[in-house]
């Protein structure tokens, strides 16, 4: 590291602010649509359907893309230099970019973040020196925490990185490597109770009252896991017993890599009880890898905003930006810009499913489409007490169905209107 950059680095230090020039982000609806560095349509005190929209949104931001991203891929080396990171794995840069990061939390306004372990502390030659080093960072993060009120959504462990884990963590075929990561998930859940966050046996141990979360990832990395899709995952927790322990965490662009829309994992996991948090980002499916960008579109936003009211919030979960900025967005600024510009999409997806949910119509259309299920032969075969024989005696009095037009284009053209 050049002289001038350790000379940066330390006025950074000693003058504690990483981000000059910037301020608080401000809502100002009034905006121009140039003007990128404020919020105009997230308003985290305003009031939809009776809770704020903060507690709606319940927006985090995450550590490993936001803080240990450099813009690297498989083709190209890191394009992002910041300030106030020298790039080393020492305990006073991580320090360094642990400040950092709760500054640019306050300035953003967001009240959560989520990090994994080897993200936040570098890892030491034995695991008795990793978790010093993990214990010596959360001590700080603890501290930063009560100083900003900032709190932490979920931790997770970094199970995957470390050449140890070549052949996977707590599936992998040595049991040397498989304790190792055990040890590492123990350190984890205590980390987590120890920084509050919003893991089964030792869960009960220790006392900590957080919520397990599984994320389906169908090609991470790049071929056909067991845990898919939602429905994959729910399945595989109901047979082994697990279905009250675990609630899923939901990210749409694995969603759309296991080739559904955007929105039907998180109404699949809602629809049975089970949706606890999403890691909100976005994808290009054509490309077949997870590209974690910022969501910007305002559809899917509205769509999965109306799942959300629809289960009365997310609640201790929230919406994660497991979202890095392209490896061409290189200045600090666009940090800002990207999570702005993404929290601004899903307020206008609360908004947008708010007026929805308010007027009805589209729950009426639903309801008229359905409305056969609701008393006789229909209505027994939703409590299933409809034998085939009883379905065979009804059509033989009643003969043929009716042809009745599903009206796709009609449901697509009402959802615009609210867009």
């Given at each position: 590291m050049s002289a001038a950059k350790k000379a940066k680095l330390a006025d950074r230090g000693a003058h504690n602010e990483f981000f000059p020039g910037i301020s608080k982000i401000q809502y100002k609806p009034d905006a121009a649509p140039t003007d990128v560095m404020c919020f105009r349509y997230y308003n985290p005190e305003e009031v939809v359907l009776g809770h704020s929209m903060k507690d709606w949104l319940r927006f985090s931001v995450c550590f490993w893309h936001t803080f240990r991203g450099v813009g690297s891929d498989p083709f190209g080396f890191g394009t992002i230099e910041r300030p106030w990171d020298d790039g080393s794995e020492t305990m006073e840069n991580a320090k360094q970019r642990m400040r950092a990061a709760f500054e640019f939390f306050t300035k953003l306004?967001?009240?959560?973040?989520?990090?994994?372990?080897?993200?936040?502390?570098?890892?030491?030659?034995?695991?008795?020196?990793?978790?010093?080093?993990?214990?010596?960072?959360?001590?700080?993060?603890?501290?930063?925490?009560?100083?900003?009120g900032v709190k932490l959504l979920w931790n997770t462990c970094n199970l995957f990185s470390n050449p140890r884990y070549m052949n996977g963590a707590l599936t992998n075929p040595d049991a040397h490597v498989v304790?190792?990561?055990?040890?590492?998930?123990?350190?984890?859940?205590?980390?987590?109770?120890?920084?509050?966050?919003?893991?089964?046996?030792?869960?009960?141990?220790?006392?900590?009252?957080?919520?397990?979360?599984?994320?389906?990832?169908?090609?991470?990395?790049?071929?056909?896991?067991?845990?898919?899709?939602?429905?994959?995952?729910?399945?595989?927790?109901?047979?082994?017993?697990?279905?009250?322990?675990?609630?899923?965490?939901?990210?749409?662009?694995?969603?759309?890599?296991?080739?559904?829309q955007y929105h039907h994992d998180i109404m699949m996991a809602s629809a049975f009880g089970m949706l606890g948090s999403v890691d909100s980002n976005t994808g290009s499916p054509d490309l077949g890898w997870d590209t974690d960008q910022f969501p910007m579109d305002i559809s899917y936003a509205t769509q999965a905003m109306k799942v959300i009211i629809d289960q009365n919030?997310?609640?201790?979960?929230?919406?994660?930006?497991?979202?890095?900025?392209?490896?061409?967005?290189?200045d600090v600024q666009d940090m800002f810009i990207a999570h702005i510009g993404a929290m601004d999409t899903f307020a206008r997806g609360l908004r947008n499913a708010a007026k929805i949910v308010e007027d009805g119509y589209m729950q009426k259309m639903l309801d008229d489409r359905y409305a056969t299920f609701t008393s006789g032969l229909g209505l027994k075969i939703v409590k299933g007490q409809a034998s085939l024989e009883e379905c065979e005696k009804f059509i033989s009095q009643a003969g043929n169905p009716k042809k009745t037009s599903g009206q796709q284009e009609k449901y697509e053209a009402v959802l615009n209107r609210y867009l």
């Open positions: 306004g967001v009240e959560y973040w989520t990090f994994h372990d080897r993200d936040i502390a570098p890892e030491g030659k034995t695991l008795a020196e990793t978790n010093r080093n993990l214990d010596e960072m959360t001590d700080l993060a603890k501290q930063l925490m009560d100083e900003t304790a190792y990561a055990a040890a590492q998930v123990k350190k984890g859940l205590e980390i987590g109770k120890k920084l509050g966050a919003e893991n089964f046996a030792y869960k009960e141990k220790i006392g900590f009252k957080g919520q397990f979360l599984i994320e389906p990832k169908p090609k991470e990395p790049t071929r056909h896991q067991y845990d898919y899709d939602a429905m994959t995952v729910i399945g595989f927790l109901k047979h082994f017993g697990l279905a009250d322990d675990f609630k899923l965490n939901i990210e749409p662009n694995h969603t759309t890599l296991a080739g559904h919030g997310l609640q201790p979960g929230g919406l994660n930006f497991d979202a890095k900025v392209r490896r061409e967005s290189t």
